[in-house]
């Protein structure tokens, strides 16, 4: 079953729009299904919420407190939505300025969210949210690093 473009459009920036404004965390999770998981793909070595699998409306809260543990961010904004009206998907661009907390030091950064919808009392809900960023980004910055100060190889 398909969903309309406009309605999977909605609810992509509506969620969207909650990240960015740093929505308080029951208007986060409002926007996950009872069955939701999240993956936020690297290596699980980088940080506690890479790399392994959240479930449910715990294991969302699980992620995000790990989130506002470790980073901080602002100047965050979305574009470019690429909805499967099919599949009841989308995949948008975001961008930010992040943080990790306890170097302080700070990253600008690209990442992707694919989210997948389900109707749920009455409401599309994130099923399956799943995010890519710069992980090496991150992992620098965890260690007291700015990735501009690490020389490019070149050959």
Not at 62 to 79: D, H, R, T
Not at 123 to 148: C, F, I, M, P
Request: net charge negative; charged share 25%.
């Amino acid at each position: 079953m398909s969903t309309s473009y406009d309605a999977l459009l909605v609810a992509a920036e509506s969620l969207c729009n909650d990240f960015a404004t740093k929505a308080d965390p029951p208007s986060m999770l409002s926007h996950f299904a009872s069955t939701v998981t999240a993956f936020e793909h690297g290596d699980p070595h980088f940080a506690p919420f890479i790399g392994r699998e959240f479930k449910g409306p715990e294991g969302m809260k699980e992620y995000f407190g790990f989130l506002g543990k470790y980073l901080a961010y602002e100047n965050m904004s979305f574009g470019e939505y690429f909805i499967d009206e099919k599949k009841s998907k989308v995949s948008v661009k975001g961008k930010g300025r992040f943080t990790w907390v306890s170097t302080g030091v700070s990253w600008d950064e690209g990442f992707t969210y694919t989210l997948d919808f389900i109707t749920e009392d009455s409401q599309l809900k994130v099923s399956r949210y799943q995010v890519w960023a710069d992980t090496g980004a991150l992992h620098l910055a965890r260690l007291g690093q700015n990735v501009e100060d690490i020389p490019a190889v070149v050959d």
